[in-house]
């Protein structure tokens, strides 16, 4: 019962290095997220994918890009990594009758 | 638009006394309000979540939360803590509840005493 997996758990980056975050899920959700966990910000939304094929910006897209390279899985980028974008990543999918939304463990990201 | 307000960042209950975490929203048209709780070094799981079907909404490890919608409150309680419900709650709205982007409050750690 894997429901949604990250992947790499813990990273370290040098500032301006480049690192992908992988996601799935087996859920066979249509929509997917990911967010970013900052001490006394909560979450916040950095981009969506309501369907396979569509990516939207959330409330803090800027220095990530995304893929939605099928149904189950969605991938986080940056390009070019800043110390700003030091962070907890998660992902998460939303049941599509619930509204539910399911997370990863995370990932912890260090830019140095 | 929509937003969630979770006052204070930090409560401290003892072991049996009553859980009250509090959520207001704003939103314009009817919510669906949830509650989420993510335990150290892990994901956020939901608690309860409200969808307009009863006021009064009951929830995983004894947690229960209430719909008010003249108080535009949707505050999470517990009779009595235990140790293990030290964690982070988040409070989130969602204007329709399906696949769409629930925002979320900033969150509020419960630290229980012995």
């Known amino acids: 019962n894997a429901g949604v997996t990250q992947t790499p758990k813990f990273q370290v980056l040098k500032t301006g290095q480049s690192m992908t975050l992988q996601c799935a899920q087996d859920?066979?959700?249509?929509?997917m997220y990911w967010y970013r966990q900052d001490p006394g910000m909560g979450l916040r939304l950095i981009y969506y994918?309501?369907?396979?094929?569509?990516?939207d910006k959330g409330e803090v897209p800027n220095g990530y890009n995304v893929s939605r390279l099928n149904k189950r899985e969605f991938s986080l980028r940056l390009e070019s990594a800043a110390p700003s974008q030091t962070s907890v990543y998660f992902c998460?999918?939303?049941?599509?009758?619930?509204?539910?939304?399911?997370f990863g463990e995370g990932s912890r990201l260090t830019v140095l | 638009a929509q937003s969630v307000t979770q006052l204070g960042s930090h409560v401290s209950v003892s072991e049996g006394a009553l859980v009250l975490l509090r959520c207001n929203y704003s939103?314009?048209?009817?919510?669906?309000l949830f509650w989420y709780v993510q335990y150290p070094n892990q994901g956020l799981q939901l608690l309860l979540k409200y969808t307009s079907a009863a006021t009064l909404v009951k929830g995983i490890n004894g947690f229960e939360a209430e719909f008010k919608k003249s108080e535009t409150s949707f505050h999470l309680t517990k009779p009595s803590a235990h140790m293990s419900d030290a964690a982070e709650y988040f409070c989130?709205?969602?204007?329709?509840?399906?696949?769409?982007?629930?925002?979320f409050g900033k969150g509020i750690t419960l630290s229980v005493r012995p």
């Open positions: 994918s309501a369907s396979e094929g569509t990516t």
């Open positions: 989130a709205v969602s204007p329709t509840g399906a696949n769409s982007k629930l925002t």
């Open positions: 939103s314009s048209v009817p919510p669906y």
């Open positions: 859920m066979n959700h249509n929509s």
């Open positions: 998460a999918s939303i049941g599509d009758f619930t509204g539910e939304l399911f």
